[in-house]
């Protein structure tokens, strides 16, 4: 797992470790231990994080580069990522904060 790309993905999106860490159900603590490196998250753990940061689980263990999910590939940048992947949650009041740049 490479937890800077992690911080990366969390920053692009406007998410603070607090933001984040409440998207996963889990500590801020354990989001700061991913993004250090000091702990892996188990399998179930990285397809949240690559759900809730919209890129690939690919990406988040380092076997590509692009941060894309293949799914949203093309001209879609980071906030039309985060928009679409909300909708496809059923997670309308979120899509809506995305779209504000509401980062609660």
Do not use: F, H, W
């Not at 409440?22 to 702990?39: F, G, H, P, S, W």
């Not at 894309?68 to 001209?75: E, I, K, N, V």
């Amino acid at each position: 797992m490479r937890g800077e790309r992690i911080r990366i993905a969390r920053e692009e999106l406007g998410y603070t470790q607090e933001d984040l860490a409440e998207r996963l159900d889990t500590a801020v603590l354990q989001i700061n231990r991913y993004e250090n490196e000091k702990t892996e998250p188990n399998g179930d753990m990285i397809k949240k994080i690559a759900l809730a940061l919209n890129v690939s689980s690919d990406y988040l263990l380092g076997l590509v580069d692009d941060p894309t999910p293949p799914t949203l590939s093309g001209t879609l940048n980071a906030k039309e990522r985060a928009v679409l992947a909300a909708m496809r949650r059923d997670e309308r009041l979120e899509a809506i904060r995305v779209i504000v740049g509401d980062s609660r």
